[in-house]
């Protein structure tokens, strides 16, 4: 049997001093549900640090990351206030294993949020929207990993950026993007490249992620999902994200 603090431990330990750790399935078997338990016990020990929850990202969102990863269903992770950048400012390549940054549309909830909600009823909840880009940075070695090592691991959680809020009344079905590394264009997408339609991955965020964390909250960010492949990180780069409609969101990479 998994020993399930024992674990969320090792993870927690990994992210917190950048250390690459094998993947758990390489010594035994990990369930989906074991996964999302050691998930709550890492975070659990950076809220006893004094971390805050902020929100919930949601993961394997595009058809070509679940075809990666060979599953049918989105995967989810937890925000906390120390994982958020300033905009515009830098983060420090050290305090990572192998980051890689990805474009992402970012939710503000004003109401609470959770199960099975419709698309129409989730938009109601929506304070705000903005760009927003996402560090992911897999604690496994060789960022491999099976569909419950990365689960476990924070669903690979380690940053995230948000551009200028703004109201959430447009059409954010399809709007292009595009995340420029130093001025050049690395990645070209749309955000219908997120379940269609980003609004389904809050819907997602109410289905999977509200009953584990008593209901998404008002104040909570919730970001949609990568629209486009993550871009591997190296210091000296500047990376921004436009989207069309929405806005620019922008980082450096130091030391
Ligand atoms: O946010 C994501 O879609 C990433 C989820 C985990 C898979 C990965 O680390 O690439
Ligand atoms: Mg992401």
Not at 117 to 142: F, G, H, T
Not at 147 to 167: E, Q
Request: hydrophobic letters at 45%; aromatic letters at 4%; a neutral charge.
């Amino acid at each position: 049997m998994t020993d399930i603090a024992k674990s969320a431990e090792i993870v927690d330990t990994a992210a917190r001093t950048a250390t690459a750790i094998a993947q758990f399935t390489d010594s035994a078997p990990l369930g989906v549900a074991e996964a999302y338990q050691i998930q709550a016990k890492s975070i659990d020990h950076r809220l006893a640090r004094g971390e805050t929850m902020a929100g919930v990202k949601m993961g394997l969102t595009s058809r070509a990351k679940m075809a990666q990863v060979g599953v049918h269903e989105v995967i989810w992770g937890r925000l906390t206030d120390a994982m958020r950048l300033e905009e515009g400012g830098a983060l420090s390549r050290k305090r990572y294993v192998h980051p890689r940054i990805e474009p992402e549309l970012a939710y503000l909830l004003k109401a609470p949020l959770a199960g099975e909600v419709s698309a129409a009823e989730a938009l109601c909840a929506v304070e705000a929207i903005a760009p927003a880009m996402e560090i992911i940075d897999s604690r496994y070695r060789n960022f491999k990993f099976a569909l419950a090592d990365v689960i476990a691991d924070n669903s690979s959680s380690s940053g995230f950026v948000i551009g200028p809020w703004s109201r959430p009344d447009r059409d954010c079905s399809n709007l292009g993007l595009v995340m420029e590394v130093n001025g050049r264009t690395v990645e070209l997408g749309s955000t219908a490249a997120i379940l269609g339609d980003p609004i389904r991955s809050l819907v997602a965020a109410a289905r999977l992620a509200g009953p584990s964390l008593g209901g998404l909250k008002a104040g909570w960010i919730v970001l949609a999902g990568g629209a486009t492949a993550a871009h591997s990180l190296a210091v000296g780069e500047h990376v921004r994200t436009v989207i069309q409609n929405v806005g620019a969101v922008s980082i450096r990479v130091e030391e």
